[in-house]
């Protein structure tokens, strides 16, 4: 071949051997990487942001193929900055490895830094492509660094244990997706679920939400309010309420299996209204008093003494919203999806005409099952013998 | 009378000719001496004719005929006997179920394999000599008005200029009469089954059978039709459907998987739950090397088995490969040279790679799979999806003797699946492959009768 | 010059892909930002671009049957003109395909190798795409029909899995604002639907033009069922923060988890999103490489293969110095300027042409 021809392959080939000399500049072996499971945002004394990060720590199990360790054990590492990405990159000094988010499954704010707000800090997060959407957020009462720092007996690390309460949906789960469109939403308020510190584990006590107005926390609500945000916001997987019904000294306890519930905005002359219908489904599963409940009679006693505990609770979970004018509930969002050109009118007095929005509610129970038995036991007890 | 001991039949020689010959009444023989034809009358041979030079009478001679020279005319008597092994089944093609002949060193019997399966006066056969020292015969098969004119003659005149000195293996012919040479997939399929053959031959393709080896190319071929096995059209269609899904899956891996793992492992950790990554992060804490040269070191071990294994006495080979992977995977394991993942990658890979129906095809996936593996370390998974289109523009460019490649996914010819990505029932498939040249309707068309009632 | 022929069929498959290839990444976030929430409904009132597209090209093949259209421009507008009208097409092709690969190359180092320097990464598609062309137009409709499929089958069944996270109830309120947002939104994505104008730059490569209507008519149906269902699904998971994302589709695909061991797979559809790239970037590439070979009277394109796209790459790095530059291209120029010559231009030749024959009688 020609010797133009010849000497354009062999350069072709010097520069084909070059791409291989320069390296991947994106190689990130497995082993130079820190695993980071859990993110822990908090204030400190200087009112600077404190990041914690509780990442994976590899056994090195190479040698051996028997190893009685129980899993992968975690550890964690605090920094503090100005900003969060200020935070990350005096933590990334303190740590051999490339800090790795891609595998984060929770994010925990202090009560703290709550209460100053969080948005700021959150464009750290969205803005990052390695963040996932589907990261769990918390509100812990302890500090972060703490609860991160635990490694407990059962799960393999703090972080497991929260995420696996996020996926048991016993109380309200948010993502940072969720968190998003909160902090954008039109009702300008919105609710997460706290963790504390119980013993040497932490707990997702369900007792516990954070409310938040805008991007702070503004107070935390306990157990039964809670359960009045979930089942208001249709979010509510499975409960257990106890009632008690007149006539019948003892408790009842029910297994909501499902719930349903239906938002329906009114407008009409000027006025704002909301009605909330519920629809739910449960199980008998405890029967400590006397009224034998495979009689067809005895459900309709049931439904009923449920339906009014359940508007009770609701009206005290209202309540307690409009007080602090806050709409924890979403509506806002509801009655723009209906009466969008009203809503806009409105919108930035919402605050105002949440505190005097009429709300009715409407539930429906229906009992399904008593489980095995026809009598309750108190009954055959002392009956007993027959 | 001339002829080459170990190549001629010398009972018949001695039964038929010499004694036809030393019986002629010498009256008869003048005249028998003198005429200018017919004179192969007195030996009772039924394949003689004349020789009418000394370089064909020496071709002859070569091939295992008798020449008799009589004054100044010659004559050659196919009196041909030579050891040949037996049919037995093929070992690189086994099956389950299925006729058992493979074909052997003569070509005759080769050819008369062919017609015992193939018995229409349609299956017609040229036979021409190649090669300027081994004048090794060989013969193009085809089924009038199935096969393409264009290709027969096509193949014909390549098979003429063919100047070698020697043909020793139908290989050699292959890479002359190929259209692209230079890429590594063969575009035409060696064989040593017959019914793979007569089958290719009822689908409207050439044969070609060479003298001295059992291996017969057919041709045009795709890409597809490399990964079909005999047993699929033997065995049950629903379940060879799924053996097709499967080893169309595991063809994809035994390219990609190696590249999928690195590119994974180093670009997109956050791909892998969590669990996982953290016991290939425990397996890999003690190993000096990045991924990269891990694979490509367990790759090239594991190459260097199979070639190894291949050279052993069969006894001898089979443990080797097999306890010497595993043996040798665990040793280094334990040594810290390499992780327990990689040795699961590279070893699946090879379980996918010995899927591939016809060894021929599985060669240029071993191949292929070095660079794509070291793209995909240098680029991730871009890397590898470039890598992948570059050889799927290559496999889109290649013509076997007119037929694309790739048909018939690209371009895609809907008729052509049901025997590509399943295997209809036989009542089912009553057209041919759109590369049959002729009529595309079998005929004719037999459903399950009427009366056969579920 | 060029001897391949390729199906309608085929011809179907790459305006397909043409159009989705870099569309399908940035769509809902380009026309929700006029649009807001409505934006599928933009998706489905800018088809009529698409449908003008189709139909200038198909009438000026009838116009002029088998004709390339810079052979239609020199019969119409005399040799000089013609000439020039197809440099200024070439550049326009140049310009384009740049845009597009930069654009692939922003989102791969954005999301994929933060590190990777842009050059390397242009580099390698814009070879890649060297070698599909210089195997002529049949090897890369073959490429199309064996890579889209799969790509499809890929993306939509990931969005089928995120079906169990649509919420019907954000698609609501609709036209909240009036039709006007929707309309806007619709004028902006005229940069991808104007290009089915490309069916007029392959029509002279189709072996038989008997069912290309059907067949480009259903490659527009795709077109516009694949916009509607990126819309949904990123519209019904995430709301108006859809308009946010600057990858809405990315952001869905993220977000998909089944039983936890599945999930944060967007690296692997995103790869697939590679082949589909390719292709496009071949389509205009092979616009171009065609288009110079005639314009020069050469007898074989094949060879301009490589130097062109060594001409592409180098435009690819010196059009936008960043991210940002290049949305807002998007968003703000490019429908002017791709209307011009996906839409107008070919427009005004087509009434050019019709006039033509009518005063010829």
């Not at chain 1, 320069?22 to 994106?26: E, K, N, Q, R, V």
């Given at each position: 071949m020609s010797q133009v021809k010849r000497a354009c392959i062999c350069i072709l080939l010097v520069l084909f051997c070059l791409l291989g000399l320069?390296?991947?500049?994106?190689r990130k072996e497995i082993n130079d990487v820190n695993i980071i499971t859990a993110v822990g945002l908090d204030l400190n004394d200087q009112e600077d942001i404190e990041l914690t990060v509780q990442f994976l720590v590899p056994q090195s199990s190479g040698r051996q193929s028997m190893s009685p360790s129980n899993g992968p054990s975690t550890s964690s590492v605090t920094a503090s900055g100005i900003t969060l990405a200020d935070a990350v990159s005096k933590l990334q000094a303190k740590v051999p490895r490339l800090l790795f988010w891609g595998q984060t499954e929770i994010l925990l704010f202090s009560e703290k830094f709550a209460r100053r707000g969080i948005v700021e800090e959150m464009d750290y997060l969205l803005r990052n492509p390695d963040f996932r959407l589907t990261t769990f957020v918390y509100v812990s009462k302890n500090k972060p660094a703490d609860v991160l720092g635990k490694s407990p007996r059962m799960e393999t690390s703090t972080a497991d244990i929260l995420q696996k309460f996020a996926s048991l949906h016993l109380k309200l789960s948010m993502t940072i997706k969720d968190l998003k469109s909160a902090l954008h939403s039109k009702a300008g308020a919105f609710t997460l679920p706290m963790v504390e510190l119980t013993g040497e584990q932490p707990s997702a006590r369900r007792d516990t939400t954070a409310i938040f107005k805008s991007d702070r926390m503004v107070g935390q609500v306990g157990s039964a309010t809670s359960q009045g945000i979930l089942w208001m916001t249709d979010k509510l997987h499975e409960a257990t309420i106890n009632l008690k019904i007149e006539d019948y000294p003892g408790d009842i306890s029910l297994r909501v299996f499902r719930s349903h519930t239906r938002l329906k905005p009114r407008y009409e002359n000027g006025k704002w209204s909301m009605g909330i219908h519920i629809d739910c489904e449960n199980d008998l599963i405890q029967n400590s008093t006397r009224l034998t409940t495979s009689n067809p009679q005895a459900a309709p006693l049931i439904e009923n003494a449920a339906e009014q505990m359940l508007t009770n609770r609701l009206k005290e979970t209202i309540q307690y919203a409009q007080q602090q004018q806050a709409d924890i509930f979403g509506f806002a969002d509801a009655f723009h999806r209906k009466y969008p050109h009203e809503f806009n009118r409105v919108k930035d007095e919402w605050e105002t005409i949440f505190q005097n929005l009429e709300i009715d509610i409407h539930p429906k129970f229906v009992m399904r099952r008593i489980g095995m038995m026809r009598v309750p036991s108190k009954l055959s007890t002392e009956e007993g013998g027959e | 009378m001339a002829y080459v001991d170990g190549l001629t039949n010398t009972e018949e020689l001695d039964e038929n000719v010499l004694r036809s010959l030393m019986s002629i009444d010498p009256k008869e023989a003048e005249e028998w001496i003198q005429a200018d034809e017919h004179q192969e009358r007195f030996i009772p041979i039924s394949s003689s004719g004349p020789v009418n030079n000394w370089q064909d009478g020496l071709l002859h001679l070569s091939g295992g005929h008798a020449l008799l020279l009589v004054q100044d005319k010659g004559f050659f008597l196919s009196v041909t006997r030579f050891e040949t092994r037996q049919i037995v089944e093929p070992e690189t093609e086994p099956v389950i179920r299925g006729p058992k002949d493979g074909f052997i060193e003569s070509m005759r019997i080769n050819t008369a394999l062919l017609r015992r399966k193939i018995r229409t006066p349609r299956l017609k056969m040229k036979t021409l000599q190649i090669g300027r020292l081994t004048a090794t015969s060989v013969t193009i098969v085809y089924i009038q008005d199935l096969a393409d004119p264009k290709v027969i003659q096509t193949v014909w005149d390549r098979l003429q200029q063919i100047d070698i000195d020697g043909v020793l293996e139908s290989s050699y012919l292959e890479e002359f009469i190929e259209d692209h040479p230079y890429s590594p997939f063969p575009q035409v399929k060696p064989s040593e089954r017959v019914d793979v053959v007569a089958s290719s031959l009822l689908q409207g393709r050439i044969a070609i059978v060479t003298d001295n080896t059992p291996v017969v190319l057919t041709l045009p071929i795709t890409l597809p039709s490399l990964l079909q096995s005999p047993e699929d059209y033997y065995e049950r269609y629903t379940f060879s459907t799924a053996v097709r899904w499967l080893r169309i899956a595991l063809f994809i891996c035994s390219i990609t998987l190696p590249s999928l793992y690195i590119s994974i492992m180093t670009f997109h950790q956050e791909m892998i739950p969590t669990q996982l990554l953290n016991s290939i992060a425990s397996a890999r804490e003690a190993i000096p090397f990045p991924t990269l040269i891990e694979v490509l070191i367990m790759e090239a071990a594991f190459e260097s088995l199979r070639e190894a294994g291949i050279r052993l006495p069969k006894q001898v080979g089979f443990a080797v490969t097999i306890v010497g992977a595993l043996v040798i995977g665990e040793a280094a394991v334990s040594a810290g040279i390499i992780s327990s993942p990689i040795v699961i990658v590279v070893a699946f890979t090879g379980i996918a790679s010995f899927t591939v129906p016809r060894f021929a095809a599985g060669l240029p996936i071993r191949l292929l799979r070095f660079p794509l593996t070291v793209i995909s370390g240098i680029f991730g998974l871009v890397g590898m999806m470039i890598g992948l289109i570059v050889l799927c523009i290559h496999l889109c460019s290649i013509k076997s003797f007119g037929v694309n490649y790739m048909s018939p996914f690209a371009p895609i010819r809907t008729g052509d699946f049901k025997d590509v990505i399943v295997r209809a029932p036989w009542w089912k498939m009553n057209q041919r492959p759109s590369t049959v040249h002729g009529n595309p309707n079998r005929q004719p068309v037999s459903k399950p009768s009427a009366d056969r009632k579920e | 010059m060029e001897q391949g022929r390729i199906s309608d069929g085929q011809v179907a498959y790459l305006l397909y892909v043409t159009v989705i290839a870099t569309s399908i990444l940035i769509m809902p976030s380009i026309a929700g930002q006029q649009a807001g929430r409505d934006f599928w409904l933009s998706a489905i009132i800018a088809a009529v671009f698409g449908f003008w597209g189709i139909f200038i090209a198909l009438s000026l093949n009838k116009l002029y049957p088998g004709l390339h259209p810079f052979e239609m421009f020199e019969q119409l507008l005399g040799s000089y003109l013609g000439k020039l009208l197809g440099i200024v097409y070439l550049f326009f092709f140049l310009h384009a395909n740049a845009l597009f690969i930069r654009q692939y190359a922003e989102f791969v180092i954005t999301v994929f190798l933060p590190k990777t320097p842009v050059p390397a990464i242009i580099g390698l598609m814009a070879a890649v795409c060297a070698l599909a062309v210089r195997g002529g137009i049949e090897v890369l409709a073959r490429t199309a029909q064996l890579f889209l499929p799969i790509s499809l089958i890929v993306w939509f069944g990931l969005l089928l899995i995120t079906i169990p996270d649509w919420e019907f109830q954000n698609i609501l309120p609709i036209l909240e604002f009036g039709a006007l947002p929707s309309l806007k939104g619709g004028f902006l994505l005229q940069t991808w639907y104007g290009e089915f104008i490309m069916l007029a730059f392959l029509i002279p490569f189709l072996s038989s033009g008997k069912h290309i209507k059907k067949y480009s008519l259903w490659a527009l149906v795709g077109v516009i069922i694949t916009f509607v269902l990126i819309s949904f699904s990123s519209l019904l998971i995430f709301g108006i923060e859809t308009t946010n994302f600057i990858y809405p589709f990315f952001e869905v695909i993220r977000y998909i988890n089944v039983g936890s061991f599945f999930e944060n797979i967007d690296a692997l559809p995103l790869a697939f999103w590679i082949l589909t790239i390719y292709l496009k970037i071949s389509v205009f590439h092979y616009a171009m490489v065609y288009g110079t070979a005639h314009l020069l009277k050469l007898s074989d394109y094949r060879s301009l293969s490589l130097p062109l796209s060594l001409l592409l790459a180098a435009t690819g790095l010196w059009i936008v110095p960043n991210t940002q530059k290049l949305i807002d291209f998007f968003s703000s120029v490019s429908p002017t300027y791709f209307t011009c010559f996906n839409t107008l231009l070919p427009s005004i030749v087509l009434l050019a042409a019709w006039i033509q024959r009518k005063v010829k009688g």
């Open positions: 320069c390296g991947c500049w994106d | - | -």
